[in-house]
Structures are given as C-alpha cells and as structure tokens.
C-alpha cells in the first residue's frame, strides 16, 4: 500500500521522500552530474610511453590500468563534489588517442534522498615529451660526469664493472657512454 504519491505525476511511492517526489520524475528535475567535467586531457611521452602525473613526474604505466585509471580520476573537475561508487574502462583502440571511463556517482539532493548516476568520461591522449626523453634529445644536457681509468694490460675490472651495470640497468639512466683508450666516460 501505498503511503504517499508523487507531487508531480501523481504515482504512487511506497517510501516518501522530503520531496515528494518520485525516482523517476527527481532524476528528471535533478542533474547528480552537473559541474563534473565530460572531457579531458592526459599528456603521455611518445617515445617511452610514460603518462604525465604531475608538473614534473612521470608514471609508467599500462592502457586501461588501474594505475592510468586514478591518474585520470585526478583530471577529472568536479568530481569532489559527489561520491564516485564505481568506475570502469570503456574500451578503445589504442591508436585513436582516446581513453573512456564510464563513472558512476552518487549525490544526496536533499534530506535522505540520494541519486545515483552513470556517464562517460572522454579522455584526450596528447604527445608531450618528457623531461628524461628530452634529456637525451639535448646536446650535453648532462648534470653528472663519472670518468672511469684504468692503465693496466688486462680489461677485467672494466668487464665486471660491464656486468655490474648490466645487472642494475644503470645503463637506461646514462645519457652518454663514451669510450676512450683507457676507459669510459659516463654522463648522467
């Protein structure tokens, strides 16, 4: 039975709400999502693919990753207004340079009476280039010099300090490695 009916259309609710009004005709009065922004821009590094975190961090990470997901939930304006209860990926080809996020939120419009509502999130994929890969475009942009010599007729300390290198990928941060007669010159 019936204890109230809406003051709109005239149904019949089983709860009544502050509103007097039905979920129907409060979801047709009420935007949950206005103020939230529908588009957006992440900035990702074409040549090691890292997406842009902040003015000057860079975050590796994968296409439709949980990682890549909070770093978009940040861009998005307005979204601290309201409760975000889900989010999920919408499917893209990677070359299109588009993400999509379907968002759903919940907002209370009046005494005890809360919506929930879902919508799409457009995300913009733009190219720029990231300090590191800029480094290594730079001519000499090198902060640190690590000059190695060694005058002796056997390489072997050279061999090992090879393989020490090797084994912490020491090499990735290098700009430069440069060799000479007696040894290598290392700039980072």
Not at 157 to 178: D, M, P, R
Request: net charge positive; with cysteine.
């Amino acid at each position: 039975m019936a204890s109230c009916v809406c003051c709109e259309c005239g149904a019949a609710m089983a709860v009544a709400n502050a509103m007097n009004t039905c979920v129907l005709c409060l979801r047709a009065r009420v935007d949950v999502t206005e103020g939230i922004g529908r588009v957006a821009a992440v900035f990702r590094c074409r040549r090691c693919g890292r997406f842009a975190s902040g003015p000057s961090a860079w975050l590796e990470c994968a296409y439709e990753s949980p990682e890549l997901m909070a770093l978009c939930l940040k861009r998005v304006k307005g979204l601290k207004r309201v409760k975000l209860v889900d989010a999920a990926w919408i499917w893209q080809e990677e070359h299109s340079m588009r993400l999509k996020l379907r968002l759903t939120v919940v907002k209370e419009v009046a005494l005890e009476t809360s919506l929930q509502q879902s919508f799409e999130v457009e995300f913009h994929v733009r190219n720029q280039q990231c300090s590191d890969c800029a480094a290594t475009f730079a001519n000499m942009s090198w902060t640190a010099s690590v000059q190695v010599r060694q005058r002796v007729d056997h390489k072997r300390t050279f061999f090992y300090l090879e393989q020490v290198v090797l084994k912490h990928g020491a090499q990735a941060k290098a700009v430069k490695i440069e060799q000479y007669r007696d040894g290598l010159d290392f700039f980072f």
